[in-house]
């Protein structure tokens, strides 16, 4: 390899550079290989003139541009290892048509292709040689994946997320183990969640009445006049003649007599009231286990409530110009209805009557076991025997022999107890269990067999196994006699819990358990066919759920509240919509494995006929979500045309270009902006008493040169989305005047609205093939990606390239990477590996 002359800060070992190209050799490569292909003899050297000729003069240790200098780095450094995060930072920025800016000189084509290639292969190549998979910090299953293991550890299908903790989140996700701490008030909840999950699944609750009660979603009043009562069917467990009202699923601990009840509206601006003569109920007999429980209105060819017109202002109140009708409320279990009601249209109130709110359903509740069936008072007072798919997991025997407290436990029940613990721990603890997992479930069996029957001791030992360090925690500890600092590849049994981590956020079912046990799970063939199996699977709704929920924002949707006032049309059923849409569209191109690129330009989305109102689009008929193409509907396509992300991203009265803007950066590019200086000023959204547009606010803004750095980027990708609403509707004016959604890059590449960003980001695709990559295999490790982790995504990128981009091919790849499979042993022997132990 020729080395010249370079400058004195940016100099080259003759020793590094035999060292490259050995390393080249080594790998397949040839040192010219990639410039011959680009037509520019590209050597490290003629890096090293570029960077000090182009990028030095702004970026120093005197003006800094952009937090980072160039002075003291050295070309030598990359085949070192040395700075990986600038040069990484360099790699992206001169891919991105970042730097160099548009008002300074820019590289020629072939100076951008070699350059980028030269460092691209360096850094990629001391990756290869040099594999990190990176810290793997011990973390604590976050709620949904706790939530989800306890549902397919018991086959106990509820869903407990809500009564525990929020948990906190790093790198964009809530499975990062830097944020997944312990305290004891957290302790103290998830022990008294897994006491009341222990006795449902064991059959012990329902031995007294309980209440559980579900707030049906909806709209505050319009300007205090009224909204109008839902004419659309509210969810899919209600039946299709349904309108209004709402469903929530139920798990009946016990067969017996329940109480379903529901308050309807009393009619008043006050939609809080909880009065007596508004709870309608209904008696019925349930079997133990799922149930869905809802009430709704009947559906008729027309609404059937009258609502008078407010004629005098807001503070008026109506009298109704005609008595009260008598509507239909039914009473819904497991889709079908069991009871119907006659209610009046509106209720006639001692002091005032008022018929302007129509009525709907605000609160359902169901209250029971008032009673246990027949049967089980004949066969058990105490109602254990009500038999679920709980019970027929944990009782794999039942004791001939049962002592009588205070004699001594027999042997049939000890070992019948030692076989329901090993059972169950060896799913729990995501691995093969010892004597010494057992014991400490055992005793904890026995000193309840003290006080309590069999069965209610076997809860008392699920309630410690639900707290137990081993389920409660992801732990790899280091084999023994691994060398400090080495890398190692983690066992099956572990590869096989970050699988169902991965995909499920659950634990790995009994076909990943044999498979590991085999050793074969890893096999090619064999874990692609798992990855399939996984992803066809109800479980992998997990992926939309919290990997689609929190890489796209749909998890923040229910928590953002656009004007009332200014967007009156969305309301709850729009809103759910909105949401419904995003999530069906990605879950489709998991399921379906296409290519990831559809994120960016699909021609299709998934609208029911509200939202395809909303969208104007025409043809779309009922409440049910289906397919549509969008080839005639040019200002819709890929997530960028949704309403949730376009909601998602304004403020609550005004759309935000920088909001979108940075979404962008953020999530389809990877390429964040620094975060904003702390006196940062406003925008200016009036001049002379005129309202400005988005663009002229924010060319303002951009007068000021330290705010222009960062704008300049984030600024065109919003400013193109201008013509959707703060709501994801489409217009043409703003303040008056025709909106505009011209835009150009830094790099001066110019284009025009949805359609012209599309083909942006269509010239970006590799690019957001790496940042896809990036999120995912954030997620999937539940860690935060380091400098020496993008090498990896690259070859990830590359590796799908020959899949057409499918995003089964990009799930395999990270799954097969290097971070995923191995681990780095700690540095020194003395090191205490993190390991939490029950004390």
């Given at each position: 390899?020729?080395?010249?002359?370079?400058?004195?800060?940016?100099?080259?070992?003759?020793?590094?550079?035999?060292?490259?190209?050995?390393?080249?050799?080594?790998?397949?490569?040839?040192?010219?290989?990639?410039?011959?292909?680009?037509?520019?003899?590209?050597?490290?050297?003629?890096?090293?003139?570029?960077?000090?000729?182009?990028?030095?003069?702004?970026?120093?240790?005197?003006?800094?541009?952009?937090?980072?200098?160039?002075?003291?780095?050295?070309?030598?450094?990359?085949?070192?290892?040395?700075?990986?995060?600038?040069?990484?930072?360099?790699?992206?920025?001169?891919?991105?048509?970042?730097?160099?800016?548009?008002?300074?000189?820019?590289?020629?084509?072939?100076?951008?292709?070699?350059?980028?290639?030269?460092?691209?292969?360096?850094?990629?190549?001391?990756?290869?040689?040099?594999?990190?998979?990176?810290?793997?910090?011990?973390?604590?299953?976050?709620?949904?994946?706790?939530?989800?293991?306890?549902?397919?550890?018991?086959?106990?299908?509820?869903?407990?997320?809500?009564?525990?903790?929020?948990?906190?989140?790093?790198?964009?996700?809530?499975?990062?183990?830097?944020?997944?701490?312990?305290?004891?008030?957290?302790?103290?909840?998830?022990?008294?969640?897994?006491?009341?999950?222990?006795?449902?699944?064991?059959?012990?609750?329902?031995?007294?009445?309980?209440?559980?009660?579900?707030?049906?979603?909806?709209?505050?009043?319009?300007?205090?006049?009224?909204?109008?009562?839902?004419?659309?069917?509210?969810?899919?467990?209600?039946?299709?003649?349904?309108?209004?009202?709402?469903?929530?699923?139920?798990?009946?601990?016990?067969?017996?007599?329940?109480?379903?009840?529901?308050?309807?509206?009393?009619?008043?601006?006050?939609?809080?009231?909880?009065?007596?003569?508004?709870?309608?109920?209904?008696?019925?007999?349930?079997?133990?286990?799922?149930?869905?429980?809802?009430?709704?209105?009947?559906?008729?060819?027309?609404?059937?409530?009258?609502?008078?017109?407010?004629?005098?202002?807001?503070?008026?109140?109506?009298?109704?110009?005609?008595?009260?009708?008598?509507?239909?409320?039914?009473?819904?279990?497991?889709?079908?209805?069991?009871?119907?009601?006659?209610?009046?249209?509106?209720?006639?109130?001692?002091?005032?009557?008022?018929?302007?709110?129509?009525?709907?359903?605000?609160?359902?509740?169901?209250?029971?076991?008032?009673?246990?069936?027949?049967?089980?008072?004949?066969?058990?007072?105490?109602?254990?025997?009500?038999?679920?798919?709980?019970?027929?997991?944990?009782?794999?025997?039942?004791?001939?022999?049962?002592?009588?407290?205070?004699?001594?436990?027999?042997?049939?029940?000890?070992?019948?107890?030692?076989?329901?613990?090993?059972?169950?721990?060896?799913?729990?603890?995501?691995?093969?269990?010892?004597?010494?997992?057992?014991?400490?479930?055992?005793?904890?069996?026995?000193?309840?067999?003290?006080?309590?029957?069999?069965?209610?001791?076997?809860?008392?030992?699920?309630?410690?196994?639900?707290?137990?360090?081993?389920?409660?925690?992801?732990?790899?500890?280091?084999?023994?006699?691994?060398?400090?600092?080495?890398?190692?590849?983690?066992?099956?049994?572990?590869?096989?819990?970050?699988?169902?981590?991965?995909?499920?956020?659950?634990?790995?079912?009994?076909?990943?358990?044999?498979?590991?046990?085999?050793?074969?799970?890893?096999?090619?063939?064999?874990?692609?066919?798992?990855?399939?199996?996984?992803?066809?699977?109800?479980?992998?709704?997990?992926?939309?759920?919290?990997?689609?929920?929190?890489?796209?924002?749909?998890?923040?949707?229910?928590?953002?509240?656009?004007?009332?006032?200014?967007?009156?049309?969305?309301?709850?059923?729009?809103?759910?919509?909105?949401?419904?849409?995003?999530?069906?569209?990605?879950?489709?191109?998991?399921?379906?494995?296409?290519?990831?690129?559809?994120?960016?330009?699909?021609?299709?989305?998934?609208?029911?006929?509200?939202?395809?109102?909303?969208?104007?689009?025409?043809?779309?008929?009922?409440?049910?979500?289906?397919?549509?193409?969008?080839?005639?509907?040019?200002?819709?396509?890929?997530?960028?045309?949704?309403?949730?992300?376009?909601?998602?991203?304004?403020?609550?009265?005004?759309?935000?270009?920088?909001?979108?803007?940075?979404?962008?950066?953020?999530?389809?590019?990877?390429?964040?902006?620094?975060?904003?200086?702390?006196?940062?000023?406003?925008?200016?959204?009036?001049?002379?008493?005129?309202?400005?547009?988005?663009?002229?606010?924010?060319?303002?803004?951009?007068?000021?040169?330290?705010?222009?750095?960062?704008?300049?980027?984030?600024?065109?990708?919003?400013?193109?989305?201008?013509?959707?609403?703060?709501?994801?509707?489409?217009?043409?004016?703003?303040?008056?005047?025709?909106?505009?959604?011209?835009?150009?890059?830094?790099d001066g590449s110019k284009f025009e609205g949805l359609d012209g960003l599309q083909s942006i980001l269509w010239d970006r695709r590799e690019r957001f093939t790496q940042a896809f990559t990036?999120?995912?295999?954030?997620?999937?490790?539940?860690?935060?990606?380091?400098?020496?982790?993008?090498?990896?995504?690259?070859?990830?990128?590359?590796?799908?390239?020959?899949?057409?981009?499918?995003?089964?091919?990009i799930i395999e790849a990270v799954v097969s990477s290097t971070p995923f499979n191995y681990k780095k042993a700690p540095e020194a022997n003395n090191e205490n590996q993190q390991i939490a132990?029950?004390?």
């Amino acid at each position: 390899m020729a080395v010249n002359m370079l400058p004195n800060s940016l100099t080259l070992n003759k020793g590094v550079g035999s060292l490259l190209l050995v390393c080249s050799i080594l790998l397949g490569y040839s040192p010219n290989s990639f410039s011959e292909t680009k037509g520019l003899d590209f050597l490290q050297h003629q890096a090293a003139e570029l960077i000090n000729d182009r990028c030095e003069n702004c970026h120093n240790d005197y003006i800094f541009d952009g937090n980072w200098s160039v002075e003291d780095v050295d070309v030598s450094d990359v085949s070192l290892g040395n700075n990986q995060r600038l040069w990484e930072a360099m790699l992206k920025s001169v891919a991105m048509g970042d730097m160099p800016p548009a008002d300074k000189e820019p590289l020629t084509p072939e100076q951008k292709s070699s350059f980028i290639t030269w460092l691209q292969t360096s850094l990629d190549n001391y990756s290869e040689l040099n594999p990190n998979p990176g810290r793997a910090t011990i973390r604590r299953l976050n709620r949904s994946e706790y939530a989800n293991s306890v549902r397919d550890l018991l086959a106990l299908d509820i869903d407990i997320r809500q009564s525990l903790p929020g948990d906190n989140s790093g790198y964009g996700f809530d499975n990062n183990a830097d944020v997944l701490g312990v305290s004891t008030t957290l302790l103290e909840r998830y022990l008294s969640i897994a006491g009341k999950l222990s006795k449902l699944a064991t059959g012990l609750a329902g031995t007294t009445p309980s209440k559980q009660n579900y707030l049906v979603p909806k709209d505050g009043s319009k300007k205090n006049s009224g909204i109008p009562s839902f004419d659309l069917r509210m969810s899919d467990q209600l039946p299709l003649d349904s309108r209004g009202g709402g469903s929530f699923e139920f798990y009946a601990p016990v067969t017996g007599v329940y109480e379903m009840a529901g308050f309807i509206n009393a009619n008043t601006t006050n939609e809080v009231d909880r009065m007596d003569i508004h709870r309608h109920s209904y008696t019925l007999n349930l079997v133990a286990g799922n149930h869905t429980i809802g009430l709704s209105f009947r559906k008729r060819l027309a609404l059937s409530e009258h609502v008078p017109t407010v004629r005098e202002g807001t503070s008026y109140v109506v009298l109704p110009d005609r008595d009260p009708s008598l509507l239909d409320l039914d009473f819904i279990l497991d889709g079908a209805p069991v009871y119907s009601k006659k209610v009046p249209s509106y209720y006639m109130f001692p002091r005032f009557s008022q018929a302007a709110f129509l009525r709907d359903v605000l609160e359902i509740e169901v209250i029971g076991p008032l009673e246990t069936a027949p049967e089980h008072q004949a066969n058990n007072k105490t109602t254990e025997n009500s038999e679920t798919a709980s019970t027929r997991k944990i009782f794999i025997c039942t004791p001939n022999t049962v002592t009588t407290n205070p004699e001594p436990i027999s042997e049939q029940e000890l070992d019948c107890a030692t076989k329901i613990i090993e059972n169950l721990a060896t799913q729990a603890y995501r691995r093969p269990i010892s004597n010494a997992d057992i014991q400490p479930l055992l005793q904890v069996f026995t000193q309840a067999r003290a006080d309590l029957n069999f069965k209610a001791s076997i809860a008392n030992t699920i309630q410690a196994l639900l707290v137990a360090p081993s389920f409660l925690y992801v732990q790899e500890p280091t084999p023994t006699n691994t060398t400090p600092g080495s890398v190692y590849k983690i066992n099956d049994y572990e590869f096989a819990s970050r699988l169902a981590l991965f995909l499920w956020s659950s634990l790995p079912d009994k076909e990943l358990s044999v498979l590991a046990a085999k050793g074969t799970l890893r096999k090619p063939e064999v874990l692609s066919q798992q990855i399939k199996r996984m992803l066809q699977s109800h479980k992998a709704q997990a992926l939309t759920d919290n990997f689609a929920g929190q890489w796209l924002y749909l998890r923040n949707l229910p928590h953002h509240f656009p004007d009332v006032f200014e967007f009156p049309q969305f309301n709850v059923p729009l809103r759910q919509s909105v949401q419904r849409e995003t999530e069906l569209f990605f879950t489709r191109i998991l399921k379906d494995n296409q290519p990831i690129f559809d994120f960016l330009n699909a021609d299709y989305s998934y609208l029911n006929e509200q939202l395809a109102k909303h969208y104007g689009i025409t043809g779309v008929k009922g409440t049910a979500f289906r397919k549509v193409s969008l080839k005639q509907y040019p200002n819709r396509g890929g997530v960028l045309g949704h309403a949730s992300i376009l909601t998602l991203t304004s403020n609550p009265n005004h759309t935000s270009p920088v909001k979108r803007g940075k979404w962008i950066l953020d999530n389809l590019l990877a390429a964040s902006p620094p975060p904003p200086p702390p006196d940062v000023p406003a925008l200016i959204a009036e001049h002379d008493g005129i309202a400005l547009s988005a663009r002229e606010q924010l060319a303002k803004h951009r007068a000021d040169p330290v705010c222009a750095s960062c704008h300049v980027r984030m600024d065109p990708l919003g400013l193109a989305l201008e013509k959707y609403d703060a709501v994801g509707a489409f217009r043409t004016r703003y303040a008056d005047q025709e909106i505009d959604v011209t835009a150009q890059m830094p790099d001066g590449s110019k284009f025009e609205g949805l359609d012209g960003l599309q083909s942006i980001l269509w010239d970006r695709r590799e690019r957001f093939t790496q940042a896809f990559t990036d999120r995912l295999l954030t997620y999937a490790l539940g860690r935060g990606l380091e400098p020496y982790d993008q090498p990896i995504i690259r070859k990830i990128a590359t590796q799908a390239s020959t899949k057409d981009y499918r995003i089964h091919s990009i799930i395999e790849a990270v799954v097969s990477s290097t971070p995923f499979n191995y681990k780095k042993a700690p540095e020194a022997n003395n090191e205490n590996q993190q390991i939490a132990k029950a004390l």
